[in-house]
């Protein structure tokens, strides 16, 4: 089954530094995701990309982040610049068009500020 | 309890058993999908059921949906090993129409299958 693929697997990075996380999507899926997973926390959503836009960000998503897909293959999450907080476990996902609602996930970033 | 709650949180039982996770949820959906994660990795998808239905099978899988109650029950028939993972329903109660997704997962059942 085709797959998406996260760089790196883990980061660590200190406070205040840009981290950039990378995804390659599904080559045939239109929908892109970042999801993001606090050590023992729920699954949460923060942005979702289509047509090379946002189409949805939730109150995480602030001007700290931005995503981009600037070849048209890597789906991008940059977080500008870190916040002991921002700790969690990212994952991309995607989907493959509107009438289909499953979501194919990456094995995820795993990102550590210190 | 928040949308998307699942329980038990945790729940051991020896290989060959079935095991039973529960989803509550508070707001209507369109529908709900359970999702497994091994430990370390990514969440795949398992099954969707709609909520026009209120039974699905997947091999050893069935989730049935109670709307009236607002509730999901994922089964496990004839456990294995393999099977030890984390658990999560996710809800599209945020759904605004325009084809993305933004799911709501609840914190997760932690299912053990002891060989």
């Known amino acids: 089954e085709p797959e998406v693929t996260q760089t790196p697997s883990h980061q660590v990075t200190q406070m205040g530094q840009e981290v950039i996380l990378r995804c390659v999507p599904i080559?045939?899926?239109?929908?892109f995701y970042w999801y993001r997973q606090i050590l023992g926390q729920k699954v949460e959503f923060l942005v979702s990309?289509?047509?090379?836009?946002?189409?949805?960000k939730s109150e995480i998503f602030d001007d700290q982040f931005s995503v981009e897909r600037p070849d048209g293959s890597n789906f991008t999450l940059k977080i500008r610049s870190t916040k002991l907080e921002d700790s969690a476990m990212y994952f991309c996902a995607t989907q493959r068009g509107m009438a289909n609602e499953k979501l194919f996930f990456g094995s995820g970033t795993q990102l550590s500020v210190l | 309890s928040q949308q998307g709650e699942e329980d038990p949180q945790a729940l051991s039982i020896q290989e060959g058993e079935n095991a039973t996770m529960n989803c509550s949820y508070k707001?209507?959906?369109?529908?709900l999908q359970w999702y497994r994660q091994n430990s370390g990795r990514g969440l795949v998808h398992l099954i969707l059921?709609?909520?026009?239905?209120r039974e699905k099978h997947s091999g050893r899988l069935r989730v049935t949906l109670d709307t009236s109650k607002k509730s999901s029950s994922l089964l496990i028939t004839a456990s294995r090993a393999a099977d030890t993972a984390s658990y999560f329903c996710?809800?599209?109660?945020?759904?605004?129409?325009?084809?993305?997704?933004?799911?709501?997962f609840g914190k997760g059942t932690k299912l053990s299958v002891i060989p």
């Open positions: 080559s045939n899926h239109l929908y």
């Open positions: 059921i709609r909520s026009n239905e």
């Open positions: 707001t209507s959906i369109n529908n």
């Open positions: 996710a809800t599209d109660e945020k759904y605004s129409g325009a084809g993305s997704y933004q799911l709501t």
């Open positions: 990309f289509y047509n090379n836009e946002i189409s949805e």
